[in-house]
T-cell receptor, first 114, second 111 residues
Framework: DAMVIQNPRYQVTQFGKPVTLSCSQT?????MYWYQQKSSQAPKLLFH???????NEADTPDNFQSRRPNTSFCFLDIRSPGLGDAAMYLC?????????????FGDGTRLSIL | GDSVTQMEGPVTLSEEAFLTINCTYT??????LFWYVQYPGEGLQLLLK?????DKGSNKGFEATYRKETTSFHLEKGSVQVSDSAVYFC??????????FGAGTTVTVRA
């Protein structure tokens, strides 16, 4: 009964080769988030969607983009991955943006860059 | 700005020992507070939460109480198991969509 599903769990790409990570949810939540987590660090928010409204964090590199074609799916596109983009990428959802609502995370996609 | 400070690890314990991980926060207003757990190679799982002062969150033997007077949300468990070995993140969510995470505390429980 997984609620936030990320595919694939492990992704290997080449330096500079575009890559797309996917996330789907069965919770029918309004908000979907993408985080980057490097080893031994807390997750860092890249951007989020509230419904179709996209909100980019100020320090997210232009190399990272996102699409949300419908309520259930959200994609993270890395246009030209560099070695520094190797990390775990976490998708999360929340019902809305009220402070008392927790975020529900997927198991993540671990991205390696060759 | 809003921030969370949690006890740095790593923490190593024997099975059945008592676990405390300290967490304090700074925020304007009254945030909701959360503890997340991350097992090796997995995403974050919500462990427990509290949304107002004096609320106690509890789950799987873990507890934390929202203390407004000390701006704290310390995590405790009376008797840890090997399966509790993980990284624990304290987090707050104040007036907008953002979760502010602490740095994480790695806990290792030895049999």
């Amino acid at each position: 009964d997984a609620m936030v599903i990320q595919n694939p769990r492990y992704q290997v790409t080449q330096f500079g080769k575009p890559v797309t990570l996917s996330c789907s949810q069965t919770l029918n939540h309004n908000v979907m988030y993408w985080y980057q987590q490097k080893s031994s660090q807390a997750p860092k928010l890249l951007f989020h969607y509230y419904d179709k409204d996209f909100n980019n964090e100020a320090d997210t590199p232009d190399n990272f983009q996102s699409r949300r074609p419908n309520t259930s799916f959200c994609f993270l596109d890395i246009r030209s991955p560099g070695l520094g983009d190797a990390a775990m990428y976490l998708c999360a959802t929340s019902r809305d943006d009220k402070s008392n609502q927790p975020q529900h995370f997927g198991d993540g996609t671990r991205l390696s860059i060759l | 700005g809003d921030s969370v400070t949690q006890m740095e690890g790593p923490v190593t314990l024997s099975e059945e020992a008592f676990l405390t991980i300290n967490c304090t926060y700074t925020a304007t207003g009254y945030p909701s507070l959360f503890w997340y757990v991350q097992y090796p190679g997995e995403g974050l799982q919500l462990l427990l939460k509290a949304t107002k002062a004096d609320d106690k969150g509890s789950n799987k033997g873990f507890e934390a109480t929202y203390r407004k007077e000390t701006t704290s949300f310390h995590l405790e468990k009376g008797s840890v198991q090997v399966s509790d070995s993980a990284v624990y993140f304290c987090a707050q969510r104040a007036h907008d969509y953002k979760l502010s995470f602490g740095a994480g505390t790695t806990v290792t429980v030895r049999a």
